[in-house]
């Protein structure tokens, strides 16, 4: 019998030749400090997770039809090579699209879907609901917001208010 207790955690420090490419990428593009609000690079570093939310949340049972739509909807949205800004053309900037897509589609199905079946398929670093809660509020605010104010300056130029 062993002398350790069964719910002591278990640290494993790997040196940087043993750890994995996408962490050390990560590590070196964000910098996490609690309460900082998110970048453009930290979001678009969880970008492949919440895709795997969504394609997971897609195929499981509790997932009403329409939620299950939408989810697979936003998954072939990223995967497709014709998008409204093709990173392609655009490089990371293209990742955009993507995360107003995927953060449009995962706030609705938080909407209908209970979040302990979020949490379930999570396969990301910390909550869920804070990584997707991250990505909301940055398109509404980075995306969105802009967006808003080029209208305005393109309405305002032609009707002569700008």
């Known amino acids: 019998m062993s002398s350790v207790p069964?719910?002591?955690?278990?640290?494993?420090?790997?040196?940087?030749?043993?750890?994995?490419?996408?962490?050390r990428v990560r590590a070196y593009v964000t910098t996490p400090q609690p309460g900082a609000p998110s970048g453009f690079w930290d979001l678009v570093?969880?970008?492949?997770?919440?895709a795997v939310l969504l394609f997971r949340l897609a195929r499981d049972p509790?997932?009403?039809f329409v939620s299950k739509a939408i989810a697979a909807a936003a998954v072939g949205y990223v995967?497709?090579?014709f998008e409204?800004?093709?990173?392609?053309?655009?490089?990371?900037?293209?990742l955009i699209d993507d995360l107003a897509v995927v953060g449009a589609a995962l706030s609705r199905l938080l909407n209908h879907v209970h979040p302990d079946v979020v949490r379930t398929h999570w396969?990301?670093?910390g909550d869920a609901l804070d990584a997707i809660q991250r990505v909301v509020s940055w398109t509404e605010t980075q995306v969105?917001?802009?967006?808003?104010?080029?209208?305005r300056?393109?309405?305002?130029?032609r009707t002569g208010r700008g």
């Open 45 to 50: 570093l969880l970008l492949p997770d919440l």
């Open 153 to 157: 300056a393109v309405v305002g130029a």
């Open 123 to 125: 396969a990301g670093q």
């Open 79 to 81: 995967l497709s090579p």
């Open 6 to 23: 069964d719910n002591a955690r278990i640290t494993i420090e790997l040196n940087p030749r043993e750890q994995r490419f996408y962490d």
């Open 144 to 151: 969105v917001g802009r967006l808003r104010g080029a209208l």
């Open 62 to 64: 509790r997932v009403p």
């Open 84 to 94: 409204l800004m093709p990173e392609i053309v655009f490089g990371p900037i293209g």
